[in-house]
């Protein structure tokens, strides 16, 4: 449907008879397929085969380089170098000036939200834009070409102008 002016599909679960898209998507030839997720043996795998990119959420680092060996693996098995794979996490973070003013705004979020704060102090890391990217940057070392910061209401506008600001300076992003 993203190359052929009409397409015609009969599969298992759905079938499609002469369907129109438009607007075409603007990425030639197709759009990138992104896969997200870290189970080791069909996640990664299916990463491996077909992917453009991977997105996973921000773990330790001995975590990640293990699920990026189980990547090459899974890459080794379709000829595919690993390289070629975009790489992104997911993060959740608060960020503040201080490590006491991104404490505060925690606690600011689980009053608004009603959301107990050390529920989300497990959610979010609380810091500042220097750790975070401290925290970051073996990652961009690791291959990882894109975060993506995780924004749920309300808005923290505070935490995304830092992250803009200072953060992704720090990393070259």
């Not at 975009?86 to 939200?113: F, M, N, Y």
């Not at 401290?134 to 309300?154: N, Q």
């Amino acid at each position: 449907m993203w190359t052929n002016k009409r397409t015609t599909f009969e599969g298992k679960h759905y079938q499609l008879k002469d369907a129109l898209c438009e607007p075409k998507p603007v990425q030639s030839p197709s759009i990138p397929l992104w896969v997200g997720g870290m189970g080791e043996r069909r996640t990664l795998r299916v990463v491996a085969e077909v992917a453009d990119g991977w997105n996973t959420f921000l773990m330790p680092e001995e975590e990640y380089r293990h699920k990026l060996d189980v990547l090459a693996g899974h890459c080794e098995d379709f000829r595919r170098d690993p390289g070629d794979i975009r790489k992104q996490l997911s993060i959740s973070v608060i960020l503040g000036e201080t490590e006491a003013e991104a404490e505060d705004r925690v606690k600011e979020r689980a009053a608004t939200t009603g959301i107990d704060a050390d529920l989300l102090r497990g959610r979010f890391m609380a810091t500042t834009p220097e750790r975070f990217a401290d925290v970051l940057r073996p990652f961009r070392g690791m291959g990882v070409g894109d975060f993506l910061m995780l924004a749920r209401p309300p808005v923290d506008e505070l935490t995304m102008e830092l992250f803009a600001k200072r953060v992704a300076p720090a990393l070259h992003i």
